[in-house]
């Protein structure tokens, strides 16, 4: 059995949902988990006004009651002229794939998170991208090098390889993140859509197993 997270890393809800995915992983240490990155606004070049931030900020503040993730309201507040981008964050998750096949992607992946949410960086940066996906990268005794990442997550591969997340997401049928679905004696079929308690997708997956 297979579980497929499928998210996008500037995705707030998501960002809500890490501490959910890191629970179901201690609770089932053995669980294959796939990471798709959806692209949420993969090639937006709309440039986040006033009225963005505020609708932001309201969707963090459901985020943050429901979730308890701390958020840099400052930082996006201070933001100018930055449009809000999700191709370049969700290349960067597929370099580090394709770099590091065996790393832990989740672990990549709430590092990018905490570099956009928390830290206030600019995740549409390449560079920016490149030291913190090479962090987390090292954290895991994995060597790679920004410059390193950076070239890979500018290569064509990377950029392909993101195209093929994005239209995976469509197939899937995914309307909201994130998604959840398991893959079982080679059918998929979903298990959550929207934020869930870890818990109950424990529950639900144990259950599969047992079935």
Not at 16 to 39: N, S, Y
Not at 91 to 110: C, G, M, S, Y
Not at 139 to 165: L, M, P, T, Y
């Amino acid at each position: 059995m297979k579980l497929i997270f499928v998210g996008d890393p500037m995705c707030s809800w998501c960002y809500g949902f890490g501490k959910e995915m890191t629970a179901i992983k201690e609770d089932m240490p053995d669980l294959d988990v796939q990471v798709v990155v959806g692209g949420m606004l993969a090639g937006s070049t709309t440039v986040l006004d006033d009225a963005g931030k505020q609708m932001r900020l309201q969707h963090w503040a459901r985020v943050e009651q429901m979730s308890g993730a701390v958020f840099n309201r400052d930082a996006l507040m201070a933001r100018k002229n930055f449009v809000y981008d999700t191709e370049p964050i969700c290349r960067a998750v597929v370099a580090a794939r394709l770099i590091a096949p065996d790393a832990d992607l989740l672990k990549v992946f709430r590092a990018l998170q905490r570099g956009f949410y928390v830290d206030g960086l600019d995740t549409t940066s390449g560079h920016v991208l490149a030291e913190l996906a090479d962090n987390a990268l090292k954290a895991q005794g994995i060597e790679c090098g920004a410059d390193r990442f950076f070239d890979v997550w500018s290569s064509n591969e990377a950029v392909k390889a993101a195209q093929a997340d994005f239209l995976l997401t469509r197939q899937l049928g995914v309307t909201g993140f994130p998604s959840l679905f398991v893959e079982q004696d080679g059918r998929v079929g979903r298990l959550t859509s929207g934020y869930a308690q870890a818990a109950q997708i424990t529950q639900a997956l144990k259950s599969l197993v047992h079935a």
